[in-house]
């Protein structure tokens, strides 16, 4: 059973149809999200609440797809994430930014 967390990018959608029409690969895309997700993890896990045993932020993890989901598990949200995730954004936008970058060099007129 997977146990892990996800996170979702709002706007994701649109930025990887943008991405899809200025001739990405979107499988280089899997990696640069996988990239930022190992950025972000320490600042999340430092955040994790503790609990009694400290499981929760020992289950945490960096994954990565092209899109991604995560159906209700009837589990209330916690902010610890999102804090984390806008704690170390500086760091986790370079590999976005280098990205969108060398896609738009591939853009013929740009």
Do not use: C
């Not at 997977?2 to 149809?17: E, I, P, S, Y």
């Not at 997700?37 to 932020?57: F, M, Y």
């Amino acid at each position: 059973m997977n146990t892990g967390k996800a996170l979702m990018v709002v706007g994701q959608k649109r930025f990887v149809a943008t991405m899809r029409k200025a001739g990405a690969d979107l499988d280089e895309l899997k990696g640069v999200n996988r990239e930022a997700a190992e950025i972000a993890l320490p600042a999340v896990q430092a955040l994790a609440p503790v609990g009694k045993t400290g499981r929760l932020s020992k289950s945490l993890r960096a994954g990565a797809t092209k899109k991604a989901g995560w159906p209700g598990h009837h589990i209330k949200p916690r902010l610890y994430v999102n804090n984390g995730v806008a704690r170390s954004e500086n760091a986790w936008m370079k590999p976005y930014e280098a990205f969108v970058e060398k896609t738009m060099k591939q853009v013929k007129g740009a």
